[in-house]
């Protein structure tokens, strides 16, 4: 169910005695010839299945593993078994990638699971009503088997002792665990959440110092873009023509003209659309290799159902954003590219979103930059890795790089807002005049929902279209026991209940409607500062 996540090659390890069974799908981006998986040590005594990419793996090897250790294959992941055998429990703390992975120890009959800090690459746990635990990169792979499924939590590790002899007490761990803020255990599971970011103390930096924080923006941001650039295959950037994937962009060019490669450009909208207007702007001035896809409102109307199961999740922000993406990465695999850089995270790190205009205060605008991204993997984090990975194409966001996300989104809500221009410091920290990196309407250019800019005409067809689906009659009868809003939301929830179960833990996305003149409807348009503004 999950090959399209890895069509190049899958593997199998099968331990009948201990009654654990491993499969894997593989995307190959790193060690294309050698890297298949699961990856079983040379002993025999670990086997690992990842999907996701470690960047600092050169330098764990080098620093931690000190030759020790002899890989079998030349993928990044290997180093996690090293690693895990000197440090066990801090394994995921000292990895610097996107990534989720089971492990398990013949030796001691022990698993560890874990997912990284932001929730960038998805996982899913269930139980089975014979006592058997499962877990997969992808919901759909439990729905026939587990009568209990949810989202296993970003920075958090999961590690099973003697695990074919759970008791009930261990059982109840591996449901509640999920729903708890503080790590609990039992002799037997040992839940912990093994990332605790410093801005979960709600506190944001006073210092204002535009020239200091500007430069360490830049730095940082363009460290994480030539971090994510590690790849064995073609690579290209996604470019809606918005501030943040056009900045992405940039420094990938940049990069990839001093390593003495050609970038390729990809945009996607409706004909005519603010986006693809903006974007063959900022490919020219860039100098890449641009494609434009253009779809149509029917396009996209008739993958709704296909997306939904794609992206097991009926948000309605989700998915008006996700069908552009989604018909946008089957083009891009037909061009044989594997690998895409993106720029989802920088609105929920430094407030990008419109109705942010709209904070009462400077601690109720920085308490909700630290609430979206807390909740990233329930939204844009599921949205670009399904999105892509639906046709085989991995998305990588450099935003997202923990230590930019660590140092940005502490930064003061008076230079992430300034002048009525939403994230002010990440525009003047690449406002370079003498080599500029942009084009200046480009940098300055207000914030569109990449499910507007995509072409104005695509939100309002969806809602011609589930308008006309949905009677008056069953909306009012129906809408209270659904918990939806609209016609629109009730056809996604309706398709979403035919396709999976209600318990894996689904949230929406909505704007802050508490805060004084914000909707409720996520579009772009909806909020005030840009119908003031357009």
């Excluded at 295959?233 to 992405?248: E, F, M, Q």
């Excluded at 205009?357 to 890795?385: G, Y």
């Excluded at 802050?512 to 409807?521: A, K, L, P, Q, S």
Aim: with cysteine.
């Amino acid at each position: 169910k999950i090959r399209h996540r890895g069509p190049d090659w899958n593997g199998t390890y099968l331990n009948n005695e201990k009654n654990i069974l491993i499969t894997h799908e593989r995307l190959s981006i790193i060690g294309i010839n050698s890297g298949t998986q699961p990856i079983v040590s040379k002993d025999k005594r670990y086997v690992l299945s990842v999907n996701g990419e470690i960047y600092n793996y050169k330098s764990l090897y080098s620093s931690i593993v000190h030759g020790k250790y002899r890989p079998a294959t030349n993928s990044d992941c290997e180093v996690i078994i090293p690693v895990y055998d000197d440090f066990e429990d801090l394994t995921p703390k000292m990895l610097d990638g996107i990534f989720s992975f089971v492990l398990y120890d013949n030796k001691l009959d022990e698993v560890l699971i874990a997912r990284d800090p932001i929730g960038i690459i998805p996982l899913y746990y269930g139980l089975t009503k014979n006592g058997e635990i499962m877990f997969a990169s992808e919901a759909k792979c439990l729905i026939n088997d587990c009568d209990f499924i949810t989202v296993f939590p970003p920075g958090h590790l999961l590690k099973i002792r003697d695990i074919n002899n759970l008791s009930n007490a261990d059982y109840d761990v591996l449901k509640e665990y999920c729903l708890l803020d503080n790590p609990i255990s039992t002799c037997r599971v040992k839940f912990t959440k093994y990332y605790s970011p410093v801005y979960e103390n709600l506190t944001y930096d006073t210092n204002t110092d535009v020239d200091e924080i500007a430069g360490n923006v830049n730095t940082l941001l363009t460290s994480a873009v030539e971090k994510r650039l590690m790849t064995d295959v073609p690579y290209a950037v996604l470019l809606s023509g918005g501030l943040d994937s056009s900045l992405v962009a940039s420094i990938t060019s940049r990069i990839s003209a001093s390593r003495g490669e050609k970038l390729h450009s990809f945009s996607v909208g409706l004909k005519g659309a603010p986006d693809l207007l903006a974007a063959r702007k900022v490919a020219k001035f860039l100098g890449t290799i641009h494609h434009e896809i253009i779809f149509t409102v029917q396009d996209g109307l008739d993958c709704i159902r296909d997306l939904i199961w794609h992206l097991e999740t009926y948000d309605t922000t989700t998915i008006r954003a996700s069908t552009p993406m989604y018909l946008l990465s089957r083009k891009i695999k037909a061009y044989g590219i594997k690998m895409v850089l993106s720029g989802e995270g920088a609105d929920e790190i430094l407030g990008g979103y419109l109705y942010f205009h709209n904070a009462p205060s400077n601690q109720e605008f920085h308490e909700e930059c630290v609430s979206r991204v807390k909740n990233l993997h329930h939204f844009d984090c599921l949205r670009a890795n399904k999105s892509t990975m639906a046709w085989g194409v991995e998305a990588r966001v450099p935003f997202l790089d923990q230590e930019f996300i660590e140092y940005a989104i502490a930064v003061a809500p008076e230079l992430k807002l300034k002048n009525k221009m939403e994230k002010w410091i990440l525009r003047e920290a690449f406002n370079d005049t003498e080599n500029p990196y942009l084009p200046r309407e480009i940098l300055w250019r207000q914030k569109e929902q990449f499910s507007d800019g995509v072409g104005y005409s695509w939100i309002d067809g969806l809602k011609r279209m589930t308008e006309n689906a949905i009677s008056d009659e069953d909306f009012n009868n129906h809408k209270d026991l659904m918990g939806v809003k609209s016609k629109e939301e009730m056809y996604y929830k309706k398709i979403y209940n035919e396709l999976f179960p209600e318990n894996i833990g689904i949230k929406r996305w909505i704007p802050r409607t508490d805060w004084n003149g914000v909707g409720y409807d996520p579009s772009g348009r909806a909020q005030g500062v840009h119908n003031n503004k357009y």
